[in-house]
């Protein structure tokens, strides 16, 4: 816990994380008194690291969480990047903690080391994406393939089913990117008088989305919905649209839901629909994990996308929006993380 | 020189006189259709073909080759697409060319000042990055500090510019890793200070900068060609330019005619970290959201521009204009592609072969060899 | 030795390159079993015969035979047929390991294309062991010595069974013990039946090592006799004695005003400080052997690589030279040696190499007066006769001459003028013509009162040309010859003996002037 606030670096998540210790050392004085009484139990936390704010927020619900189920949680930094995250697997491995919860960043590279510590008998919880292999405990995630289908369905519904529907892709080759892709097409099939006019991919770059949606718009085409995938390409996309001054803009579906794209809906009059990718859904990690430790049986795979809370975010959006935060919180992250908490995280505005 | 105008000569016969599939060059039968020949004779007529207009084009006066030549590929260029993709000409479309080629020119015209002196530099990518994050923090709360937070900017593209140029010249660093290595600290100080959470936001106030302008013309391409102008005239007419091309092609000699070559290295440099900068400011207010990743395609982007545009890694080769134009090639047929609304991975496919046959079509005219 | 029994010979050799003869007539046997020495004054054409021996160009006219056969020499044929080389500059990969390099272009391999590593290894250890030489197959050759380059080069030689081996001045690159083990390796080889060509110019070890010496002298044989029957004193009259050509002579100058002084220049650790004076309208000729200093010395006073420790003086006051711009302000210039490295851009017009030095002159408010930079450039190429007389031509396409005057109007057309002008071999790869030329503009520079520092390897031009002679060797000035007292004998029994050698034969009484 200690290492994670170091990590966090502010002054008061270090300040509280020192205050929690020190209750946790009570806690314990008092335990010990009663022998065979309830185990600490450790995971290990490897993250994404914090690199972007999606994964700042999956960390901090993490922490929250573990501090609520009194599990001791042990950070381990991914730095962004898989090769780099390699070497923290196998060192969280070799501290033989009751479980771990990793956030892959290779899918590949991430399965030998997950077999190891499964072989050691560490429970091994996967956060948000999976590996190539089916030897892990628990897999918790949202399915994109099954949650952009509400998305695509109200879309095409609030294009009649008929009209020019602009789409920029994701990255290729990416897990997520074709999940998102097959529920998306699954749903469009269904409908022939939709023409899907393909802009391109963006590969998760809001610049580049804006760029290539802007180029679609001043083609002239007139498109009556709009599709990106992912939160990155739905926002470059509606700037476009409100650079262009398109109006009315055309409904759009596909992004992850942020408080960013839901301000730039409500601010401009635009109907968005997004899914939810959400940070939060570590605290569902981090749960399972503390399961698994005690030796309960878990599921093999959670749905993030079936759990009532993290629902479709269909308009109207209002009631989702919180101006008082930046851009960057997902939505529901409130939920979990005080002011004080998303302060430190720089989500207050 | 004669064995070599003997050789000239026979090339030049054989083009024109011999059956077109002698010289042991005979072209695969790749149809497999009715006749064998065939195939060969359309072979033989397309390598003649190439091959008249290619020694055509060289038997043009070198000013004709270096001025006309471009003029004359653009305004091919332009024709092509007005068959391929009409939809190129409509204002709105030339607004959003306008609007995106004012940050690649920008990038564009510091990365070619870095190639004459033999340098690269892949740092203008997180350059830009660092002034949008800038921006985006310094303008949080309220607009005050908007001018303040530009400064800024050019300061940090500066530093990183002298930074890489020291690298360079003083410590013998390649090129290519002072300026990746640059690119690394400079990512990694915007995680310090973020937290991996670049909050905040793009003031309003920046956004005409790119947004508007004088008809269709965006005020940020009306910056970017004034900036080019400058560039043109003085790497042509002034002395810093022959100072530039001077190291770029042999910094001994320079050194000798007590030219500082460290001292020019480090501008070249500081002028492209400063563009990038401006170019980095100019696409936050384009873009108009915090994207901490604004800079990603720009470096290879700016290389490849200034390469189409006839510069060379080697040093001391090629025109800012040329880049100008390269940079204009480029995002013409990324433009062209997207309208289109081909297959993202068969527009990936056409862009490739285009600029393939761009870059080495520009090459063997300016090398003047055809062999 | 006759034809039949050499292992290569040369019949009748003729080389030019555009103008410049560079070979006539020559012709050479090289036997088995003999260490054959070619001799000569720089630029008498030992190289070009080695390039032509090698396959590495082709003669104009005449033959090489081989085993008395006419053979048609590329650099591939001529490996076939046993003839190897050792050059100065070991051709070797610095990159690749030394059994890599052994086996460079020749790898060993079974079928399959798949190569035959044992085989490689017991070849080269082989060859290596034949020579004496303690090398690993495995050690990366950057790390080696220059010695043990050549050894390796030596040993891929005789892997590819070479029978001829030249050896391209290697005393040049080599001294002391490694070049003592460097002759025991080809005497050796000589004993194992090797015919071996040895070029140098250093007269010792031509006795030491040669049986029979061939001497070149403006690109002709002018004696190939038995080493026994000659002595130094017969190589040293044959080596000189070139002519330059009719000049009239330059009436010998006032000498009443020094414009630069040297004082205690440190020019390298183990050498002794240079310290002379130069005269307004004086040419103060520099000759030793390459290698000698002089170019080092050029440096220096050109501030391109500054002096350990000394004080230069221009007119009496003590100026800077830490970087070529205070040498430029202190009225110094050095027209280099390697004029297409170091004195010329060659991808630039002629106009922009002759402006380059002129810049600041040329520019207002940093741009360069277009008007002024064609005037300085119209008017350097008509006083310096560039031919053609076009400014806008890329400076490459001219020839070696006309470069060399391009480089002299860079430096002379610049204002004011420079009152010290320091030429490094200013007429090496240049034509006769363009050579006259240079001379007269040396006149001209003395004529207007410069002083001028003329290196040269060519004697006959040093003497023609100086008022005054220092000789240098190993780094140190070892002599200094006045007018009357200028002989190509004196100054290369100087540059090749050093200082005693001379002292002694003039004590003597052996004075050959």
């Known amino acids: 816990m200690s290492r994670q606030s170091v990590r966090r670096g502010s002054w008061e998540t270090g300040f509280a994380a020192v205050a929690a210790a020190l209750l946790a050392l009570t806690a314990c004085g008092g335990s010990s008194g009663t022998p065979g009484g309830t185990k ?310 | 020189m004669k064995p070599l105008d003997r050789t000239e000569a026979r090339s030049q016969l054989s083009t024109f006189a011999a059956p077109p599939n002698q010289g042991g060059r005979e072209p695969r039968n790749v149809s497999g259709s009715s006749s064998p020949r065939n195939p060969v004779r359309t072979a033989g007529v397309v390598r003649l073909a190439y091959e008249s207009v290619a020694s055509t084009l060289l038997r043009l006066p070198p000013t004709v080759r270096g001025y006309g030549l471009p003029i004359g590929t653009s305004l091919l260029v332009a024709a092509v697409v007005a068959v391929v993709e009409p939809g190129f000409y409509r204002p709105a479309n030339l607004h959003v060319v306008m609007q995106q080629y004012a940050v690649l020119g920008l990038v564009t015209l510091g990365q070619v000042l ?72 400079v990512q990694g100080a915007i995680l310090v200070y973020t937290k991996g959470i670049p909050a905040g936001n793009i003031p309003t106030a920046l956004r005409p900068i790119a947004l508007d302008g004088i008809g269709i013309v965006p005020y940020s391409l009306l910056i970017c060609l004034a900036i080019g102008l400058v560039v043109i005239v003085f790497l042509s007419r002034g002395s810093y330019g022959r100072t530039i091309y001077a190291v770029g092609r042999s910094a001994e000699v320079a050194r000798r005619v007590g030219i500082s070559t460290t001292a020019v290295r480090v501008s070249a440099y500081t002028l492209c970290g400063v563009f990038a900068a401006l170019a980095g400011i100019i696409l936050s207010a384009y873009v108009g959201y915090v994207d901490p990743a604004i800079g990603g395609t720009y470096n290879l982007q700016s290389i490849a521009a200034a390469v189409v545009g006839g510069v060379s890694f080697i040093g001391g080769e090629g025109k800012p204009a040329g880049a100008l134009i390269g940079a204009l090639f480029l995002l013409t047929v990324l433009n062209v592609t997207t309208l289109s609304s081909l297959n993202p991975f068969t527009q990936l496919i056409v862009q490739g072969v285009v600029m393939l046959v761009a870059v080495s079509l520009f090459h063997l005219i300016k090398r003047g060899s055809f062999a | 030795m006759n034809v039949e029994r050499a292992l290569v010979s040369a019949r009748g050799i003729y080389k030019h390159y555009g103008g410049i003869r560079a070979l006539a007539d020559v012709s050479l046997d090289i036997g088995s079993a003999e260490i054959h020495a070619l001799v000569g004054e720089n630029g008498a054409g030992k190289s070009t015969l080695v390039k032509i021996m090698t396959g590495a160009e082709k003669q104009d006219a005449g033959q090489v035979m081989v085993d008395g056969r006419e053979a048609q020499l590329t650099p591939e044929k001529a490996r076939e047929l046993g003839i190897g080389a050792v050059y100065q500059e070991p051709s070797l990969i610095p990159a690749m390991t030394v059994l890599e390099n052994v086996f460079l272009g020749w790898e060993q391999r079974f079928g399959l294309g798949l190569l035959d590593h044992r085989r490689m290894r017991r070849e080269a250890a082989a060859a290596l062991d034949n020579i004496g030489a303690r090398i690993h197959l495995e050690t990366e050759v950057a790390t080696l010595s220059v010695a043990d380059r050549q050894l390796v080069e030596i040993a891929r030689a005789l892997v590819q069974q070479a029978r001829v081996l030249i050896f391209d001045e290697p005393s040049a690159v080599l001294s002391g013990v490694e070049l003592e083990r460097i002759f025991n390796v080809i005497k050796e080889l000589r004993s194992h039946g090797l015919g071996i060509l040895y070029i140098s110019h250093r007269l010792a070890e031509i006795f030491e090592l040669a049986d029979r010496a061939t001497v070149l002298k403006d690109g002709r044989v002018v004696a190939s006799r038995p080493v026994n029957e000659l002595t130094m004193e017969d190589l040293i009259h044959l080596m000189v004695g070139r002519e330059i050509g009719a000049r009239h002579l330059r009436p010998e100058a006032a000498r009443d005003r020094i414009v630069l002084e040297v004082d205690k220049l440190a020019l390298g650790q183990d050498r002794e400080p240079i310290s002379f004076e130069l005269h307004a309208g004086e040419v103060l000729g520099l000759a030793g052997l390459v290698g000698s200093g002089r170019t080092r010395l050029a440096n220096a006073l050109g501030g391109i690589r500054p002096a350990r420790a000394g004080v230069v003086f221009r007119n009496g006051r003590p100026v800077r030279l830490k970087r070529p711009s205070d040498a430029m302000r202190a009225g110094i210039v050095v027209i280099p040696e390697d004029r297409k490295r170091e004195g010329l851009i060659l991808g630039h017009s002629v106009r922009e190499n002759l402006a380059l030095a002129s810049l600041k002159e040329l520019s207002t408010i940093g741009m360069v007066s277009a008007k002024a930079e064609r005037r300085l450039a119209s008017e350097a190429v008509k006083v310096f006769a560039v031919r053609p007389p076009a400014i806008d031509v890329a400076t490459g396409t001219l020839s070696g001459g006309n470069q060399q005057k391009v480089v002299l109007g860079k430096w002379l057309v610049r204002k004011p003028s420079a009152e010290v002008v320091v030429l490094d071999e200013p007429t090496r790869g240049v034509d006769v013509g363009a050579k006259y030329e240079i001379y007269n503009l040396i006149d001209a520079l003395v004529a207007r009162g410069s002083g001028v520092v003329l290196i040269s390897s060519e004697l006959p031009e040093v003497i023609a040309m100086s008022d005054r002679v220092l000789v240098m060797s190993a780094g140190n000035i070892v002599g200094e010859l006045k007018r009357g007292e200028l002989s190509e004998e004196r100054i290369l029994r100087l540059a090749v003996l050093g200082r005693e050698h001379e002292l002694a034969a003039s004590e003597g009484g052996g004075d050959a002037a």
Not at chain 1, 91 to 116: N, Y
Not at chain 1, 310 to 321: A, E, N, S
Request: net charge negative.
């Open chain 2, 114 to 185: 870095v190639l004459l002196v033999s340098g690269i530099d892949l740092s203008v990518g997180a350059v830009m990055n660092a002034a949008l994050i800038t921006i985006a923090l310094m303008n949080h709360y309220n607009e005050n500090l908007l001018l303040v937070s530009l400064v800024l900017c050019i300061l940090i593209g500066a530093g990183v510019g002298v930074t890489n140029g020291l690298l360079v010249s003083l410590r013998d660093v390649p090129p290519f890793a002072a300026t990746l290595g640059m690119t690394a600290c």
């Open chain 1, 40 to 349: 600490t139990y450790t995971i290990a936390f490897i993250s994404q690291g914090t690199s972007n704010s999606w994964a700042a927020q999956l960390d901090a619900v993490a922490s929250k969480a573990a501090k609520a189920d009194g599990v001791k949680l042990v950070y381990f930094n991914g730095q962004g990047d898989a090769t780099k995250q390699l070497p923290e697997i196998d060192t969280a491995i070799a501290q033989k903690p009751d479980a771990i919860v990793l956030v892959p960043l290779g899918g590949a590279a991430d399965t030998g080391p997950v077999e190891r510590a499964m072989s050691q008998g560490i429970k091994v919880v996967l956060c948000d994406s999976t590996i190539t292999s089916q030897n892990y405990t628990s897999l918790v995630t949202p399915h994109a393939e099954t949650a952009a289908v509400p998305l695509a369905q109200w879309l095409a519904d609030k294009m009649n089913h008929q009209g020019n529907l602009l789409y920029i892709g994701g990255l290729p080759g990416n897990t997520t990117t074709i999940t998102y892709d097959q529920g998306f097409n699954s749903v469009m099939q269904k409908y022939p008088s939709i023409h899907i006019i393909n802009a391109g991919n963006a590969n998760y770059s809001i610049s580049t989305a804006k760029q290539l949606a802007a180029t679609a718009i001043a083609s002239g085409k007139t498109f009556t919905g709009a599709w990106g995938v992912g939160g990155e390409a739905v926002t470059g996309l509606m700037q476009a649209l409100i650079d262009a001054k398109v109006n009315p803009a055309p409904p759009i579906g596909g992004a992850a839901a942020t408080n960013g794209i839901l301000r730039l809906a409500i601010q401009n009059k635009m109907e968005v629909a997004s899914l939810q990718f959400p940070p939060t859904s570590s605290q569902v990690c981090i749960d399972t994990a503390y399961k698994a430790a005690k030796g309960e049986t878990v599921p093999k795979s959670i749905n993030i996308s079936d759990l009532p809370q993290y629902g479709p975010i269909l308009p109207p959006l209002d009631k989702y929006y919180k101006p008082q935060f930046s851009d960057d919180m997902y939505v529901g992250t409130d939920s979990v993380l005080t002011v004080d908490e998303l302060k430190a995280l720089n989500l207050v505005k």
